[in-house]
């Protein structure tokens, strides 16, 4: 079962954290920054256009997914100390 508040909370995560990284790349002036800026222009002016673009989905796909999983374990493990907690105080 999907948790929607939680699909949602880290869909606008993965968001945030994919422009905090964009921005990050672009704020920075190395040689390695610029060359691979310079190859992702160079991709967008051809027929390949949609390579920098699928990349960039796919990180933020990556990041969203890391995140609900993330969420989901912490989910899964304090439903399970409470049915512990609960099953040791019953006995």
């Known amino acids: 079962m999907i948790n ?3 699909f949602k909370v ?3 995560l993965g968001l945030l954290i994919s422009l ?3 921005v990050f790349i672009l704020s920075t002036q190395d040689a ?3 060359a691979s800026l310079k190859t ?3 991709l967008l002016h051809t027929d390949v256009w949609f390579a920098p673009l699928g990349l960039a989905f796919l990180y933020f796909l990556m990041v969203t997914s ?3 999983l993330v969420f989901r374990v912490i ?3 304090l439903k399970l100390f409470y049915r512990l ?3 040791t105080t019953t006995d």
């Open 20 to 22: 905090i990284k964009l």
């Open 4 to 6: 929607y508040r939680q």
């Open 85 to 87: 907690s609960k099953s």
């Open 32 to 34: 390695t920054t610029q």
């Open 75 to 77: 989910n899964y493990s």
């Open 10 to 12: 880290s869909l606008f």
């Open 66 to 68: 890391t995140i609900y």
């Open 40 to 42: 992702v222009s160079l």
